[in-house]
């Protein structure tokens, strides 16, 4: 398994103001996931890496961005929040070796933008 | 069309019985994994089993199995034993290789509601 952590936890926010949720892991897991998930839907890919320096966008649109400077560190980032951001965001990641097809998730953040 | 189908938007067990939730899945790929997690009201997606393409055997992991069809396309998870604690959505997901390409990623269904009943 994975130890993926993810911050904060709940962020609450207003219209407008730029936030970052933190996503990391310490096993040195090349490739990372983020995932958009309205309650009670299903999950959509919304940005992957596969290493550092590489990212690339997933199947659903997002305005978010993020980063790969460093391997254990996969940050979220939103210029400027807006209601229909609001949603829980899923981090995740692949082990190395045995069960490297599965992947393991953080506890996620759930975003709220008044 | 979709990649993955949950067809039972909520399911109703009984504490102790044994419960199936099903999963569909449509690929040309040859080598692809299915998978199998489980979200509580807290939010965090739970991997539950695995099962790949070339497995001979069904996957078992204690009280979880997956009833995996290949020719129906299909990858039923079996929970035995149901738990009051087992009450949570259920999502089925695949990764294909995706025409051919490397490919990692994940395409889960809906899910499925389970609630336990004391």
């Known amino acids: 398994e994975a130890d993926i952590y993810q911050t904060p936890r709940y962020l609450v926010i207003g219209t407008g103001k730029k936030i970052t949720l933190e996503c990391s892991q310490t096993?040195?897991?090349?490739?990372m996931y983020w995932y958009q998930q309205d309650p009670g839907m299903e999950l959509h890919l919304i940005h992957y890496s596969y290493g550092v320096n590489s990212t690339e966008k997933g199947d659903l649109s997002s305005e978010s961005t993020v980063s790969r400077i460093r391997t254990e560190h996969f940050p979220l980032t939103l210029e400027s929040a807006r209601p229909s951001h609001t949603s829980q965001y899923l981090c995740a990641s692949n082990p190395r070796g045995a069960g490297a097809d599965t992947q393991y998730f953080g506890p996620g953040t759930r975003l709220t933008v008044l | 069309a979709q990649k993955i189908t949950q067809t039972q938007p909520g399911m109703f067990v009984q504490e102790k019985e044994a419960v199936t939730l099903d999963c569909t899945y449509d690929t040309s790929d040859p080598s692809y994994g299915l998978f199998w997690y489980k979200q509580p009201s807290s939010g965090e997606m739970i991997f539950l089993i695995y099962?790949?393409?070339?497995?001979?055997q069904n996957a078992t992991e204690g009280r979880y199995s997956l009833n995996f069809q290949k020719a129906r396309k299909s990858a039923n998870l079996v929970i035995s034993a149901s738990q009051l604690g087992d009450s949570a959505m259920y999502f089925c997901?695949?990764?294909?290789?995706?025409?051919?390409?490397?490919?990692?990623?994940?395409?889960f269904g809906k899910g499925t509601l389970l609630t336990v009943n004391p």
């Open positions: 997901a695949m990764r294909d290789s995706n025409s051919g390409g490397s490919n990692y990623k994940l395409t």
């Open positions: 096993m040195g897991h090349d490739k």
């Open positions: 099962q790949g393409s070339y497995d001979q």
